[in-house]
């Protein structure tokens, strides 16, 4: 009896502890970036209102944030009207790998940066990455996916909130 009552109040703890995480119609708080030029803090409090955008954190050495950047950037024909913020926290040298192999600098709407502070994984709490959040034009956020996504369901997301 004790064991069954233990279990559902560990139950009961995790499950309440999740929706913590819960990051929907939350303001976008301000933290610093690091840009690839390696000398540019861009602080999110400069991201304009007006239009939906999203943040995208991950790893890039993890293999599903690779396929979730291809997907991405397949898509980018549909996104080119929307910011894409892609984050890590991993050390610069490696996001500077990622930005030229993706040959993210030729897209005017991605901006790549080191959050050098570690304050997304803080924030947040992602459970790993990948992980992102879509904001809407008042920079709010509006909806969040845990793990891949496919980039249909990433422009479908992100339209849907113009």
């Keep these: 009896m004790i064991r069954v009552f233990f279990l559902r109040f560990v139950l009961l703890v995790f499950f309440v502890g999740c929706k913590s995480n819960h990051v929907f119609d939350t303001p976008l708080p301000e933290f610093n970036l690091l840009a690839m030029d390696s000398s540019t803090i861009f602080n999110t409090k400069q991201i304009p209102t007006g239009k939906p955008f999203a943040l995208v954190y991950l790893d890039p050495d993890c293999g599903s944030c690779q396929k979730e950047t291809e997907a991405i950037l397949a898509k980018m024909a549909e996104l080119k009207e929307y910011s894409i913020y892609f984050i890590s926290d991993e050390p610069f040298a490696r996001m500077k790998v990622f930005e030229k192999h993706y040959s993210l600098m030729r897209y005017k ?3 790549v940066g080191n959050d050098y502070d570690g ?5 947040f709490r992602p459970p790993g990455p990948p992980y992102s959040i879509i904001y809407n034009k008042n920079k709010r956020a509006r909806d969040m996916f845990s793990g891949p996504v496919d980039g249909q369901e990433f422009v479908d997301v992100l339209t849907k909130l113009n």
């Excluded at 304050?119 to 924030?123: S, T």
């Design 109 to 111: 709407n991605v901006f």
């Design 119 to 123: 304050f997304f994984v803080r924030h």
